[in-house]
């Protein structure tokens, strides 16, 4: 069984600068692993760790920020065997549904692949597309929202959380799923899987060198602005009588 684990290299968000202007100034802010991401890779590490000869990888796409070797190091150490990149000098403007072609054609260059868990957004736009669209393109079995998963013969139980119930589906592999934030907690590195992850494989690819194109991305980004602060007003309202006062204010707030 193969299982590949994505996952996307982002800004860390606590660096980032909001300017006078309202926009972003991304100049002083480090690049990690997404959050989302981590525990995504931490779920396939469990599900492979539970199938007998199954062999987890990574696949990731972006641009020169991708063969970061220290950063290769860190996910890397998280227990995957080997993995893939795709570099490419445009993945930083890529929409959802380009990422998610070049992970498609990427997947089907690897061959083979019984099982692909994502994140359910990445740690930077957050958009919860990938994953579906992914296993749309694969045309294979694909669910969302995935809080907990089990392999079985041939197949995969998930379970997640939906409004008003918990739904448990079973599906076929191959399959993809995309996992919360609280399907898992990633496990921390020893200094001794850092070493060793150095020597690890990781395959190269630029775009030309995958079975097909992308898609040509749709999105046009205007402009990226921090939203406005405001001062709080600090107006209290005391009793239940004051209940529709408080709605008001709130009304002619937002």
């Known amino acids: 069984m193969k299982i590949v684990a994505c996952y996307k290299l982002v800004p860390e968000e606590q660096d980032l600068v909001v300017n006078a202007d309202s926009t972003l100034d991304f100049s002083s802010a480090p690049w990690k692993v997404g959050d ?15 199938a007998e ?3 987890v990888v990574l696949l990731t796409y972006g641009d020169d920020i991708v063969t970061d070797q220290k950063l290769k190091k860190g996910v890397y150490a998280r227990g995957p065997q080997m993995g893939y990149a795709v570099k490419d000098a445009a993945a930083q403007g890529s929409d959802p549904y380009q990422t998610a072609s070049v992970l498609a054609a990427a997947i089907r260059k690897i061959g083979d692949v019984d099982l692909v868990v994502c994140g359910e957004g990445s740690g930077d ?4 597309q990938v994953g579906p669209i992914l296993g749309a393109m694969l045309n294979v079995s694909v669910v969302n929202a995935v809080k907990k998963g089990s392999l079985g013969d041939g197949a995969i139980t998930v379970k997640r959380d939906l409004e008003d119930r918990v739904e448990v589906t079973q599906m076929p592999l191959p399959a993809v799923v995309s996992t919360t934030s609280e399907a898992c907690r990633p496990r921390i590195a020893g200094m001794k899987d850092i070493l060793a992850a150095g020597k690890k494989e990781q395959v190269v ?16 980004v205007v402009s990226t602005l921090a939203p406005l602060k405001k001062e709080r007003a600090c107006t209290v309202f005391e009793g239940v009588d004051s209940i529709g006062e408080f709605v008001e204010a709130l009304r002619k707030a937002m």
């Open 53 to 55: 000869g199954a062999e």
């Open 205 to 220: 690819w630029a775009i030309d060198d995958l079975p097909e194109a992308p898609a040509a991305s749709s999105k046009v």
């Open 125 to 128: 736009v957050y958009s919860q």
């Open 36 to 50: 989302y991401d981590l525990t995504a890779i931490e779920m396939a590490m469990r599900f492979g760790e539970s």
